[in-house]
């Protein structure tokens, strides 16, 4: 399966992705038909763990979706082992320094570029030679997360990584880094210059910014912005967010009855 990813930004456009935090492969079957480029398995903050990832991957297989997860912390075992369940793309957050984004390349890839250990277990055919081991390393998708006021003081040399296609921005963490309250559609002037920056720097080196949304105002105003993805909630806020609206719409039109 091509990446539909690296196709969409090849292409010049934005990917829009979705984000799965319950451990539930039904929920990412009914994700996975919405219309997203890619959707992500959270397995830092998400309630998921590896065996609902895999559930999650198999419930989306068939779907054109490219199936991604954002992993606990940057660590060998973890990141070969999403990589050989099916994983096209890994997040991974809190890469406050070149070192740890070296690391994580390395991680990631097969020799000569890493020491990823062979055997794709559902990725490819087991411990064989196969096309899957020939392509997996320029196939694959590599996104630190920049979240930290450290990070932001590395971007240049984070940016200039070989293996890295961008970075990822948490919003959360980046404010709370800065001493502002955590939150994800940021408005602060200074937050904003950091945006800008990071755009650009990736700009000049044909990198791809991907940044965390509330919902679709913050995705575009992310896009206009120049950010190649966005994503949207997670399907936790997605269904609280629809559910309460209906319930407060419900209330107000029964005229006092509900």
């Known amino acids: 399966m091509a990446n539909k990813?690296?196709?969409?930004?090849?292409?010049?456009?934005?990917?829009?992705?979705?984000?799965?935090?319950?451990?539930?492969?039904?929920?990412?079957?009914?994700?996975?038909?919405?219309?997203?480029?890619?959707?992500?398995v959270d397995m830092q903050h998400g309630v998921q763990d590896y065996q609902s990832m895999v559930q999650c991957f198999q419930a989306m297989h068939g779907h054109p979706v490219t199936p991604m997860v954002r992993v606990p912390w940057n660590e060998p075992g973890i990141i070969g082992k999403v990589l050989d369940g099916g994983a096209y793309g890994v997040i991974c957050p809190m890469i406050n320094t070149p070192q740890e984004a070296k690391n994580l390349v390395s991680y990631s890839k097969y020799p000569p570029m890493?020491?990823?250990?062979?055997?794709?277990?559902?990725?490819?055919?087991?411990?064989?030679?196969?096309?899957?081991?020939?392509?997996?390393?320029?196939d694959t998708v590599l996104l630190p997360m920049m979240e930290t006021k450290t990070a932001i003081e590395n971007m240049e040399a984070i940016l200039d990584v070989e293996g890295i296609d961008g970075v990822y921005i948490g919003p959360s963490?980046?404010?709370?880094?800065?001493?502002?309250?955590?939150k994800l559609d940021r408005e602060e002037?200074?937050?904003?210059?950091?945006?800008?920056?990071?755009?650009?720097?990736?700009?000049?080196?044909?990198?791809?910014?991907?940044?965390h949304c509330s919902g679709a105002d913050g995705a575009l105003r992310a896009i206009n912005m120049g950010f190649k993805l966005v994503t949207l909630?997670?399907?936790?806020?997605?269904?609280?967010?629809?559910?309460?609206?209906?319930?407060?719409?419900?209330?107000?039109?029964?005229?006092?009855?509900?």
């Open 5 to 40: 990813v690296k196709e969409i930004w090849a292409a010049g456009k934005v990917v829009v992705n979705a984000w799965l935090a319950i451990p539930s492969g039904f929920s990412a079957e009914v994700i996975a038909q919405c219309g997203f480029d890619s959707v992500t």
């Open 114 to 138: 890493g020491v990823r250990s062979n055997g794709p277990i559902r990725a490819g055919l087991y411990g064989t030679a196969g096309s899957y081991q020939k392509t997996a390393n320029q």
């Open 173 to 182: 963490d980046l404010g709370f880094s800065y001493g502002l309250v955590p």
């Open 189 to 211: 002037p200074e937050i904003l210059k950091i945006y800008e920056k990071i755009v650009k720097e990736c700009g000049k080196r044909g990198l791809h910014p991907g940044i």
């Open 233 to 258: 909630f997670n399907e936790v806020g997605l269904m609280a967010t629809y559910a309460k609206m209906q319930i407060a719409q419900t209330r107000k039109d029964s005229g006092g009855k509900a």
